[in-house]
């Protein structure tokens, strides 16, 4: 028969054994694509991508992560007031209408 294998669905001649005669045809054509493709996408694997930054000293960097915790704590207290809003809400209405 050769490398390749190929189930006989002779027995199925109705709707169901005709589609998966095809989908098994088209997922075989499908894997000779990815070979192809697989080494054409990810040939730059060598390079790396290097940043470069001023060095920054202990007291800005203190602020930094100061600046960025206040940052976060403000909108966390947003997203959760909003939150509460919404499901007192929802609440409400719920308790109108039912």
Same mark, same amino acid.
């Given at each position: 028969?050769?490398?390749?294998? %190929?189930?006989? #669905?002779?027995?199925?001649?109705?709707?169901?054994?005709?589609?998966?005669?095809?989908?098994?045809?088209?997922?075989?054509?499908?894997?000779?694509?990815?070979?192809?493709?697989?080494?054409?996408?990810?040939?730059?694997?060598?390079?790396?991508? /290097?940043?470069?930054?001023?060095?920054?000293?202990?007291? /800005? #960097?203190?602020? #930094?992560?100061?600046?960025?915790?206040? /940052?976060?704590?403000?909108? #966390?207290?947003?997203?959760?007031?909003?939150?509460?809003?919404?499901?007192?809400?929802?609440?409400?209405?719920? %308790?109108?209408?039912?």
């Amino acid at each position: 028969m050769g490398s390749k294998k %190929y189930y006989n #669905l002779k027995v199925m001649s109705f709707g169901v054994g005709q589609s998966a005669m095809s989908s098994m045809k088209s997922n075989r054509i499908l894997l000779s694509k990815r070979d192809r493709l697989k080494h054409r996408l990810f040939t730059n694997k060598t390079n790396k991508l /290097e940043f470069k930054a001023k060095k920054i000293s202990p007291f /800005e #960097l203190r602020r #930094l992560t100061k600046k960025l915790k206040r /940052e976060h704590r403000r909108s #966390l207290i947003n997203r959760s007031i909003v939150v509460i809003l919404i499901m007192s809400i929802l609440v409400l209405v719920i %308790y109108f209408f039912i």
